[in-house]
T-cell receptor
Framework: AQSVTQLGSHVPVSEGALVLLRCNYS??????LFWYVQYPNQGLQLLLK??????LVKGINGFEAEFKKSETSFHLTKPSAHMSDAAEYFC????????????FGKGTKLSVKP | KAGVTQTPRYLIKTRGQQVTLSCSPI?????VSWYQQTPGQGLQFLFE???????NKGNFPGRFSGRQFSNSRSEMNVSTLELGDSALYLC???????????FGEGSWLTVV
């Protein structure tokens, strides 16, 4: 069965610092992996997705993630944090490639200090 | 192009009542899925519809049901509401399998 673990429910960073949000997955089949962002009182917005093409995936707002099969990881990074990046981030894996049926991690709240 | 629209945005219901939430997908999208988000359980998949047929169902009791109409609009219903049903209910739509899904802003349900 597929599952997703996000390490760290809260990650504080300083503006301009590296952002690293960790995600490990468990899947019995090649996974499709996603990162979503949720701003307060809003729905989810797709940041990027991995669908078995390039292992380094670039997304919106300067974020990228690298799929590492040997480590079963899909960590999200951004070289320089901006105040507007403060939000909750969710890693997700899909079942059978169907993006309509996603298993989400518990989420990581990113706070950015000036 | 309009996004996924969910109504109502906020509602308060009493235990034992039932509630119906509505979702209008992006024009042309035939797949609609529903998720429940709570602080304790996080985001959990409820069900997915494609062309009026339920394709997948999450692990929720039978009090939770849904349907999709011929114009792809979808509704979900929760009967005999419990306090634990208080949550943000998110709807998402896509063109179909393999395509990106887009989320609405959700319906906030409070059960008192």
């Amino acid at each position: 069965a597929q599952s997703v673990t996000q390490l760290g429910s809260h990650v504080p960073v300083s503006e301009g610092a590296l952002v690293l949000l960790r995600c490990n997955y468990s899947s019995s089949v090649p996974p499709y992996l996603f990162w979503y962002v949720q701003y307060p009182n809003q729905g989810l917005q797709l940041l990027l997705k991995y669908t078995s093409a390039a292992t380094l995936v670039k997304g919106i707002n300067g974020f990228e993630a690298e799929f590492k099969k040997s480590e079963t990881s899909f960590h999200l990074t951004k070289p320089s944090a901006h105040m507007s990046d403060a939000a909750e981030y969710f890693c997700a894996v899909s079942i059978g490639g169907s993006q309509g049926n996603l298993i989400f991690g518990k989420g990581t709240k990113l706070s950015v200090k000036p | 192009k309009a996004g996924v629209t969910q109504t109502p945005r906020y509602l308060i219901k009493t235990r034992g009542q039932q509630v119906t939430l509505s979702c209008s997908p992006i024009s042309g999208h035939r797949s609609v899925s529903w998720y429940q988000q709570t602080p304790g359980q996080g985001l959990q998949f409820l069900f997915e519809y494609f062309s009026e047929t339920q394709r997948n169902k999450g692990n929720f009791p039978g009090r939770f049901s849904g349907r999709q109409f011929s114009n792809s609009r979808s509704e979900m219903n929760v009967s005999t509401l419990e306090l634990g049903d208080s949550a943000l209910y998110l709807c998402a739509s896509s063109l179909g399998t393999g395509n990106t899904i887009y989320f609405g802003e959700g319906s906030w349900l409070t059960v008192v």
